[in-house]
Every structure is written in structure tokens, then in C-alpha cells.
């Protein structure tokens, strides 16, 4: 290790307090390895309605209460809660930013019940992205790096470079940009300038003025030091091309040397079938046979028949367009044809949600459908699933693959995205390779590849040795906790 450094670390979702996709795991794990290797890591997340405080010993900071934070011409008072996020091996210290106004809900982006979008949430997240020096001050510890993900967090360099960087406290911290998904960019309409209070030059084209509107992302690209996003293939898909950059192309291309990829790690102590707390019986590497009995289980909860030598295929998914979920409905037909058993755990869209329940209608003893969140579910289905299928049409990084990988959940992906750099081709001969691609987006080639994955299974000897392939695969948080160390001591030494 070099210096200690100190980093905080900004995320709308951490698990286990708020999650609805990867960024949740990512957001609490990369902490944790970092601090793992010497550096003093803390996080600050908006403290939801939901966050269970007495569960998670959440207490206040009592010199840090009533803050008023601007937001336009009105203002707003912020108070700060304290937790630890407790792992494995070491505890990072979690701000909770809270605010009955703005966050105490239900949701985390979005209205339960209605599913959309909460109006204000430009409001919620400019009064989230300048607490943050509000309270930095307060404390009195100022980070070296400001690590900021997503949208949510993409005021943040800004603040810092236009605002907060004239007190002589802040001036000397970098901020880092992690883009998890270009697709969404947390874009308002031009009203919601003003109410950031930054100077009139933010809101042009060189700036976070995006085709008229106003762009959290586009302003953490621009203003932050250094951009990075969660795979190689993905950072030269969305720098590429308008298919994958959603218009933001342009603006990553410019930053060049300043943009990368890094590609996310697993949590192997939430994530590994030897010791998952949610998977009835263990197995490894060396004792594969067990993961059968995981099958049966789960197939008797849905109240399906175990079948040998029938191939159990998985998915937990966002119900999203980027998963590829069209492609399944599209060649659900096609797929069953092959003789497999099915089972989706998703939540999202409502006309994803018809459509997967008219087909567990139709397929009543192959396919099991759950529509919601449910984590021990997500667990249980890497422990009893032959095939874990993923045919999205976007992936910047794809957590399921790998935790697929270590469960000998064989992945049936499509090549794009981290997906392409996690996944290795099987060769049926050579019995090399942990998975299977298809390339172009459409049902058929999809269904071409479950049905490769399929002859392979009938043949068990051949289909163990690719599972131990599988399984063996490292992609511990260590070596890409060291890839962000060595970028925040680039940045520094600038
Ligand atoms: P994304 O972040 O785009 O949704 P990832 O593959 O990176 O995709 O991460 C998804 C994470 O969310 C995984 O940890 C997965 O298990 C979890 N997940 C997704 N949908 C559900 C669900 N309905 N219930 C429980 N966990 C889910
Ligand atoms: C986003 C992406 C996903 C990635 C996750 C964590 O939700 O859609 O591919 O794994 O962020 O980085």
C-alpha cells in the first residue's frame, strides 16, 4: 500500500440498507476492500423512509442537526445519522443524510405504488450532493477523494469546482465519477438550474447543458477529475457510439485519458455457495453433487416436478429493456422446445409483469414467476439453477454473471458489456470456458445459445467440468480495490 488515504464515497443505494440493482452491492463492498487495504473509506447515502434504524443501530449526530441547505430560493434542513457498514472483515463508517422532506419514503427513486418517478427528485439529490459539504465542513475531515456514483451523485464535482474549492478546506480533494449506467442520466428541464444556485456558465453546452436540458450526469463527467465505469468492453461502448452513449458519447470521448474502465468485484462473503446462508445445502467445488438437492427444493416451492436430466434455467433480473426481456417473451415458445425448466424472479415495468405472468399461465409446469424483490429468492436461484441466462441488451458491468460463476450456474449472456469481459466462451471439445454468448440482439440467436448450453448438459461429466471452470473463476474485490487505489494516487500527484 502507499499513503492512507481518505475517500468518501457517495451512492443513492448501499446494501444492506437500500438496493434496487448492482450499484447497492458495488457501493458497499468496493468501500469495505478499500478500507481492507489501509485507506480510511466512509460512505453518505440519503437516509430512506424504509432504513430500519433500530435494526441497523443508526443513531444521530447531534452536532451536525438542522443544517439548512439552499435549493433555490427556498432552503431546507438536513440532519445526520451514523452506522456502521459491518462485514466480514472490517466496518466502514455510513452517513445517513436525513431529511423527512425529501427522503423519507417509501421509495428510493420512484413511488411504490404508482411506479414513477418522484417529481422532485432533482431537489432530493442537489439537497443530498451540497449536504455533503455542509457536513464535510462540520466534522471538520476532509477527504483526499470524493469517489461519486451515478447521477445522483454528478452535482457533486461541480459544487466542488465552482462553489466549495474557494475555502482553502476543500480545496485540495479530487473527485472521481463512476458512471453504472449511462441510461440514466438524472435529466431535468432547464427550471431545475436555478434552484443548484451555480454560476450561469454550469448551464452550457461545455457545461451540464444537455440538448436544452439539464444533465447530473453530464456534469459529473464534465467537472469531475477522473471518469471511470464498470467495465473495459462498456467504457468503449458508451465513448463509442450513440447506441451505447444515450448522447453522451461525445463528452466521454473528450475526457480520453481521463476515462476508463474497471471492472467490479463480488462480495464472496455474501456470495459463495459453501457458505450462503440462503441456500439450504452447501456445496463447492468439491462437493458439486449437492447442488442438486437445491434444485429440488426450489422446484418443490413452486410447486414444479424435479425432472433429471432436465436443465433448470434462472433469471433475477431488473423487468427493464436493457435485460433483455423482450428477447425472452419473444422466444419463450422457441426455448421451451428445448425441454427446460424456468425461473424468474424480477420486478420492474408493469407490461413486463402481464406478459411473464400470461406465459407462466401457458407454461404452467415449466416456468416459475416471482414478481418482486426478494433477496433470499435472488440467492436460491444462483444455488439451484443449471443455467443462469442474462441477454441484455446493455450491461456496463452484470453482477449476476459472476455471482453465477461461483455458484457453477452456467451463464448464458450476450456478448456486451462486462458480460463480454467476465464471461469466457466454451469450447465443447477442449471443455474450456465458463459460458455461453450470442452476439446480435435477437430471440433466436438467444435461443441458440441456451440450446449449445443444453447439449452440454446432457452430457454431466462434460457439464461438471465446465462448472468447476466456473467456480474457480476469481473476481474478488482485491484487485480492483488496487486499480481504484493506483487511479486516486494518479489523481492526487497532479
Ligand atoms: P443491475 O444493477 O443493472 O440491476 P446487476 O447484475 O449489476 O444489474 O445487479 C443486480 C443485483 O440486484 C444483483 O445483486 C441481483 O441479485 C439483484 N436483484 C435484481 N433483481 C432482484 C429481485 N427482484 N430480487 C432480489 N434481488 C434482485
Ligand atoms: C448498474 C449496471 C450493472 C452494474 C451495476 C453495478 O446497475 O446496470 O451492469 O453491474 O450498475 O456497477
Known sequence: MTQPLNVLFLSSEVFPFAKTGGLADVASALPQALKEIGHEVRLAIPRYGFVNERKFRIHEIIRLKDINIPIGKKSAKLNVKSSFLIGDRTKVQIYF????????????????????DYPDNDERYIFYSRGIF??????GWAPHIIHCNDWQSGLVPVYLKKIYSKDPFFKNIKTVFTIHNVAYQ??????????????ADVFTPEGAEFY???????????????VTTVSSTYADEISGSEEYGFGLEGVLAKKNKKFSGIVNGIDYSLWNPDTDQFIPF?????????????????LKRFNKKFEPGVPLVGMVTRLVEQKG???VIDGFAELMKLKVQFILLGTGEK??????EALAKKYPDEMSLELGYNDELA???????????????????????????????IPVVRKTGGLADTVAEVNPQKLTGTGFFFQDFKAGDMVKAVSRAVTLFGDQKSWQKVMRNAMMEDFSWTSSAKQYEELYNKILEK
Open 97 to 116: 443524510i436525513d431529511s423527512a422532506e425529501f427522503f423519507g419514503r417509501q421509495g428510493i427513486y420512484q413511488d411504490p405504488k404508482t411506479k414513477r
Open 134 to 139: 455542509e457536513i464535510l465542513k462540520r466534522l
Open 186 to 199: 438524472g435529466l431535468f428541464p432547464k427550471e431545475t438550474f436555478p434552484k443548484t444556485g451555480l454560476p
Open 212 to 226: 436544452g436540458k439539464f444533465s447530473f450526469m453530464k456534469a459529473g463527467i464534465v467537472y469531475s477529475d477522473f
Open 282 to 298: 452447501k456445496y463447492s467445488v468439491k462437493t458439486l453433487d449437492a447442488k442438486v438437492e437445491n434444485k429440488k427444493y426450489l
Open 325 to 327: 426481456i423482450d428477447l
Open 351 to 356: 407490461q413486463y409483469h402481464t406478459k411473464l
Open 379 to 409: 440467492h436460491l436461484i444462483e444455488g439451484a439453477s443449471d443455467i443462469f441466462l442474462m441477454p441484455s441488451k446493455f450491461e456496463p458491468c452484470g453482477l449476476n454473471q459472476l455471482y453465477s460463476l461461483k455458484y457453477g450456474t
